[in-house]
């Protein structure tokens, strides 16, 4: 069964400072990587998702992950965050090319507050 | 273009009560799911459909039954409420079963 960490579960930062979320996942095949955002009191967002090629991938609103597949890892980063970049963002990963019984499993999440 | 939307957005039970939460989505897709979403648990998939006529379980089914008799509405039903079902509950709906999937803004319910 697939399953997804993510460490920190409440990130408090300045603005201007820089982010990095983590997220590791567990999973013996080929994986597809998302990361979503809840800004307060709305639905879940797609910011950035992997499915192949370049492991380095960017997203909406300056955000960017990189999938390093020896780690399992597909961590989330931005240089310079906004006091609107407060959210909760979660991690979630789905096999390949499995059929239906297939799903998106997802994070705990991270909630990140930005200070101005 | 509405997405996804859901009824009702929020609903207060009591214990025993039933209800039904309605998905409705105008992009055609033939997946759609329900997750509910608790603290420090992040979200959880209850049931999902891969196309109209279909359902299936996902890792929290007990207690929720679903049906997908249109494909555009994917109706999450609970027969007799119980005070853990208090949660926030998303649909939602992605293209092909392993995409992006497009949320609903979610339905607040609390069962006392």
């Known amino acids: 069964a697939q399953s997804v960490s993510q460490h920190n579960h409440h990130v408090i930062l300045s603005e201007a400072a820089s982010l990095e979320l983590g997220c590791n996942y567990s999973y013996g095949g080929t994986v597809n990587l998302f990361w979503y955002v809840q800004y307060p009191g709305q639905h879940l967002q797609l910011l950035l998702k992997?499915?192949?090629?370049?492991?380095l991938v960017k997203g909406i609103k300056g955000f960017e992950a990189e999938f390093i597949k020896s780690k399992f890892s597909f961590n989330l980063r931005k240089p310079s965050v906004q006091w609107s970049d407060t959210a909760e963002y979660f991690c979630a990963v789905n096999g390949a090319f499995t059929g239906t019984a297939s799903k998106l499993t997802f994070g705990t999440g991270t909630r990140l507050q930005v200070t101005l | 273009n509405a997405g996804v939307t859901q009824t009702p957005k929020f609903r207060v039970l009591k214990t025993g009560q039933s209800m039904t939460l309605l998905c409705a989505q105008d992009?055609?897709?033939?997946?759609m799911y329900w997750y509910r979403q608790d603290p420090g648990m992040g979200l959880r998939l209850i049931h999902y459909?891969?196309?109209?006529?279909?359902?299936a379980k996902g890792e929290v089914p007990d207690g929720y039954n679903v049906s997908r008799l249109k494909k555009q509405n994917f109706l999450l039903g609970l027969e007799s409420a119980a005070p853990s079902q208090t949660s926030v509950y998303f649909c939602a709906s992605s293209y092909i079963l392993i995409g992006e999937l497009f949320f609903g803004e979610g339905s607040r319910l609390t069962v006392l």
């Open positions: 992997y499915f192949s090629g370049d492991p």
């Open positions: 459909s891969v196309g109209e006529g279909t359902t």
């Open positions: 992009m055609n897709h033939e997946y």
